[in-house]
């Protein structure tokens, strides 16, 4: 094969890569330089008159001469050319994935505050305030000094998010009894810390059941996080940022934990993870935990401790009033049935169980479910079954999963 077609041959083999780096014109170098001294020992031996050879070997040797000087051209810009690829600091990479993370998390919430109806029409109006009982709460001046403000409604998240953002050490814990809406206020406090008007040097708020956390497997919390958010968030795995993205934003105070349902958990474990929290989490440690009031004293008064620095609040029962305004404001306009009697028997308390069931934000929502939502005639609301508060909620629990059924069919 002639050298010039050789030569093409491999620049058009060679990668890319190889093509723009020092290799390929090291390679073309020893090529032109081989192929040029087969041509002039090839003429050299088949000329016959010596001088008609010198002038080949003239020209030749002129053409090398030229061949030579482009490759070293070639390879001393190769060599000079500043590099267009430049990697970006350990700071922009976890800004980046930081980032990436708001928005999943953000993402992920908002739609299942819809799936909840959290906003739909209005979030329930429960009121939040702090503990009565000082043995569930640090020394105030330890947990912050606006505590006296600390109060404020699911209908009026901006208020809340403003008052955990004045505790000292931005730890809460979210009490009450079953169905007083613990894990909703978590949902919605998430929803607005991870929203469009967030503080970007604020941590991104991250929700886990904390019935994953194994304390004699990850002692430390940021321990265990590290190896759950990549599994609940495999986008942080992603190659631009680099290994262990999640540690990272752990060590660098970015991740805000939302540990819920603690009361789920048995007593052995609820008083490690108490203890663990308050041995390992640093001053600038920050988390919100959820739990039912009773399994939280309980285990409160078993490790005789409380959580270091951190707020108490449980809610108030809801009002009549308040319960009436949402129930009405769920209905359309114009009602189906009459919801007459249903007015009346909250005001007047007439019906025990129906204003038992109506204090709390799960009895709002089984009401909502399985008579407002499909239009269905309350008038058992006020029969004999709104006697008792346990036989009416029995009574919507029958009803729920085909309530829910209907109002979501399921799609292929």
């Known amino acids: 094969m002639p050298a010039h077609l050789v030569l093409l041959h491999v620049i058009f083999r060679s990668r890319n890569d190889e093509i723009m780096s020092g290799s390929f014109w090291k390679w073309a170098a020893i090529i032109v330089f081989v192929a040029m001294m087969s041509a002039m020992g090839f003429f050299l031996f088949m000329q016959a008159d010596l001088a008609k050879a010198d002038q080949w070997a003239s020209v030749i040797g002129a053409f090398i001469g030229l061949s030579s000087l482009a490759v070293g051209l070639g390879i001393f810009t190769d060599r000079r050319a500043p590099s267009t690829s430049t990697s970006a600091s350990p700071e922009d990479t976890i800004a980046a994935a930081?980032?990436?993370?708001?928005?999943?998390?953000?993402?992920?919430?908002?739609?299942?505050?819809?799936?909840?109806?959290?906003?739909?029409?209005?979030?329930?109006?429960?009121?939040?305030?702090?503990?009565?009982?000082?043995?569930?709460?640090?020394?105030?001046?330890?947990?912050?000094?606006?505590?006296?403000?600390?109060?404020?409604?699911?209908?009026?998240?901006?208020?809340?998010?403003?008052?955990?953002?004045?505790?000292?050490?931005?730890?809460?814990?979210?009490?009450?009894?079953?169905?007083?809406?613990?894990?909703?206020?978590?949902?919605?406090?998430?929803?607005?810390?991870?929203?469009?008007?967030?503080?970007?040097?604020?941590?991104?708020?991250?929700?886990?059941?904390?019935?994953?956390?194994?304390?004699?497997?990850?002692?430390?919390?940021?321990?265990?996080?590290?190896?759950?958010?990549p599994r609940d968030y495999p986008a942080l795995n992603a190659p631009q940022f680099g290994t262990g993205a999640a540690k990272a934003l752990l060590d660098h105070g970015h991740i805000l934990p939302i540990l819920d349902g603690l009361d789920e958990i048995p007593a052995p474990a609820r008083i490690a993870v108490i203890s663990a929290l308050n041995r390992w989490l640093a001053e600038g440690d920050q988390f919100i935990?959820?739990?039912?009031?009773?399994?939280?004293?309980?285990?409160?008064?078993?490790?005789?401790?409380?959580?270091?620095?951190?707020?108490?609040?449980?809610?108030?029962?809801?009002?009549?009033?308040?319960?009436?305004?949402?129930?009405?404001?769920?209905?359309?306009?114009?009602?189906?049935?009459?919801?007459?009697?249903?007015?009346?028997?909250?005001?007047?308390?007439?019906?025990p169980g129906l204003s038992r069931l109506t204090e709390t934000a799960l009895g709002l929502w089984l009401i909502r479910t399985i008579y407002i939502t499909p239009a269905a005639d309350p008038t058992l609301l006020t029969g004999p079954l709104a006697q008792q508060k346990a036989t009416l909620r029995a009574h919507l629990f029958d009803h729920l999963i085909a309530a829910v059924i209907d109002s979501r069919p399921p799609q292929p």
């Open 98 to 229: 930081k980032k990436a993370l708001t928005g999943l998390v953000f993402q992920q919430w908002r739609t299942e505050a819809a799936i909840r109806s959290l906003d739909d029409p209005e979030p329930i109006p429960i009121s939040w305030h702090l503990v009565d009982d000082a043995g569930l709460m640090d020394h105030p001046r330890l947990v912050g000094e606006h505590l006296l403000a600390f109060r404020g409604s699911n209908d009026q998240i901006p208020g809340l998010a403003q008052a955990f953002r004045k505790l000292r050490r931005r730890r809460l814990v979210i009490t009450g009894s079953p169905g007083t809406g613990k894990t909703t206020l978590a949902i919605q406090l998430l929803l607005h810390l991870v929203g469009p008007e967030r503080d970007e040097a604020d941590p991104v708020p991250v929700l886990v059941p904390v019935n994953g956390w194994d304390t004699s497997v990850h002692p430390r919390l940021h321990d265990w996080l590290a190896v759950r958010l």
């Open 289 to 351: 935990l959820t739990s039912r009031s009773a399994e939280y004293t309980t285990a409160i008064e078993q490790v005789r401790d409380v959580l270091t620095a951190t707020a108490v609040i449980a809610p108030a029962a809801i009002t009549p009033a308040d319960a009436e305004t949402y129930l009405r404001t769920s209905l359309p306009p114009m009602p189906r049935h009459d919801w007459t009697p249903i007015w009346v028997a909250l005001h007047n308390a007439s019906h």
